[in-house]
């Protein structure tokens, strides 16, 4: 146990679904992360939040929504996607880093999605 | 944008032999991360090495960091069954978010 719990671990849902993946953290940490892994790709960091506002927004489609309601919680909003977005989507959390921190990232076991 | 790029892709030995991956960056680097993952699951974090570090030691696990050539190997002696998993290495990105690379898979046969 990593300390970052994530539900539902699979989800099956059609294109025209709405659903969302929550993530929680027990850590104390400060920021927190979704990642899309495709198989046979690298890690796709999507959103990060630090201290509740969203620092990052690496040019992910409007279907997939984050919500940061507290330093503990991270939700993803899923709305009409594709087949193409079936993956494994994961949390993580961290300290957020200094200017000359190192930190490292602590991830939930992550939920497989499947879009049909 | 990836940054990190773990070589091979995959690699099978014998349990107790040493295994060997190794990662490749572009830009400078704060520090580099090695992490793990066992299929299906989250990543877990092995071991961090600083910019101005060039070994380190976690148990069975040795990393190295040659920043002239913008490399990084891990090797994992006496390799279990249990050592079966994907790799990653992570680098810091300007600011500071992590970039991975596609991981190389290791099997370990008993």
């Known amino acids: 146990e990593t300390g970052v719990t994530q539900t539902p671990r699979h989800l099956v849902m059609g294109m025209t679904n709405k659903k969302s993946l929550k993530c929680e953290q027990h850590l104390g940490h400060n920021a927190m992360y979704w990642y899309k892994q495709s198989a046979k790709k690298p890690l796709e960091l999507m959103f990060v939040y630090s201290l509740e506002e969203r620092v990052e927004n690496n040019s992910v489609p409007s279907r997939f929504s984050p919500e940061c309601p507290n330093s503990s919680h991270l939700f993803l909003h899923l709305h009409t996607l594709q087949p193409e977005d079936s993956a494994l989507y994961l949390c993580?959390?961290?300290?957020?880093?200094?200017?000359?921190?190192?930190?490292?990232?602590?991830f939930g076991p992550g939920t497989r999605l499947t879009v049909t | 944008s990836q940054q990190g790029e773990e070589d091979p892709q995959a690699l099978s030995i014998q349990e107790g032999e040493n295994a060997t991956m190794n990662c490749s960056y572009k830009?400078?680097?704060?520090?580099l991360q090695w992490y793990r993952q066992n299929s299906g699951r989250g990543l877990v974090h092995l071991i961090l090495i600083r910019s101005n570090e060039r070994e380190k030691h976690s148990g069975r696990l040795r990393v190295t960091l040659d920043t002239s050539k913008k490399s990084s190997s891990l090797l994992i002696t006496a390799s279990r069954a249990a050592d079966t998993a994907s790799y990653f290495c992570?680098?810091?990105?300007?600011?500071?978010?992590?970039?991975f690379g596609a991981g190389t898979r290791l099997t370990v046969k008993p």
């Open positions: 830009t400078s680097i704060n520090n």
């Open positions: 993580a959390s961290s300290t957020r880093p200094g200017l000359a921190s190192s930190y490292e990232q602590y």
């Open positions: 992570a680098t810091d990105a300007s600011n500071n978010d992590m970039r």
